[in-house]
């Protein structure tokens, strides 16, 4: 698993959000965004990240940060998510973890011992040309934003 670092380009996405629409990262230039990769919808830990980024908008749109997050979870799915917490913001579905292994947030974990592939909990903080300003692989789903508001 390849890790990015500060100043790297971020790597191209263009996946499908809960509502079926197409989200490109290049959507987003000209503003700031927060990419957060979770390893399932509506599981205790990522309940918390999504709930914790969704309370946050208001003050991330006001230093003018735009959120996503990705899991590898169907649409429908990420549409239950949205809808049962009110997020608001894009959920995108990268099935096949080619944008997660990109961003270096897909890769080995231990679950009772035993190693399996999946999603490594992870964030970046893009600038308004595309390139990385900050990153945290490994964050605990209460710290996204708080580390997102360090920086800033």
């Given at each position: 698993?390849?890790?990015?670092?500060?100043?790297?380009?971020?790597?191209?996405?263009?996946?499908?959000?809960?509502?079926?629409?197409?989200?490109?990262?290049?959507?987003?230039?000209?503003?700031?965004?927060?990419?957060?990769?979770?390893?399932?919808?509506?599981?205790?830990?990522?309940?918390?990240?999504?709930?914790?980024?969704?309370?946050?908008?208001?003050?991330?749109?006001?230093?003018g940060?735009?959120?996503?997050?990705i899991?590898?979870?169907?649409?429908?799915?990420?549409?239950?998510?949205?809808?049962?917490?009110?997020?608001?913001?894009?959920?995108?579905?990268?099935?096949?973890?080619?944008?997660?292994?990109?961003?270096?947030?897909?890769?080995?974990?231990?679950?009772?011992?035993?190693?399996?592939?999946?999603?490594?909990?992870?964030?970046?903080?893009?600038?308004?040309?595309?390139?990385?300003?900050?990153?945290?692989?490994?964050?605990?789903?209460?710290?996204?934003v708080?580390?997102?508001?360090?920086?800033?």
């Amino acid at each position: 698993m390849a890790k990015l670092k500060k100043g790297d380009p971020a790597p191209r996405f263009q996946l499908p959000d809960q509502n079926g629409a197409t989200v490109a990262l290049q959507d987003f230039r000209g503003a700031k965004l927060l990419v957060y990769f979770y390893p399932k919808a509506d599981t205790s830990g990522c309940t918390k990240q999504a709930c914790t980024v969704r309370d946050a908008m208001p003050d991330l749109k006001s230093l003018g940060i735009a959120a996503v997050g990705i899991s590898p979870d169907k649409q429908d799915k990420q549409k239950k998510f949205d809808q049962k917490y009110g997020l608001g913001f894009p959920l995108l579905s990268d099935q096949d973890h080619s944008v997660a292994q990109a961003y270096g947030a897909w890769g080995e974990k231990k679950m009772y011992g035993k190693p399996y592939q999946g999603i490594i909990r992870s964030a970046f903080l893009i600038s308004e040309e595309g390139s990385i300003i900050d990153l945290w692989y490994k964050v605990a789903p209460a710290d996204t934003v708080l580390n997102v508001r360090k920086v800033l």
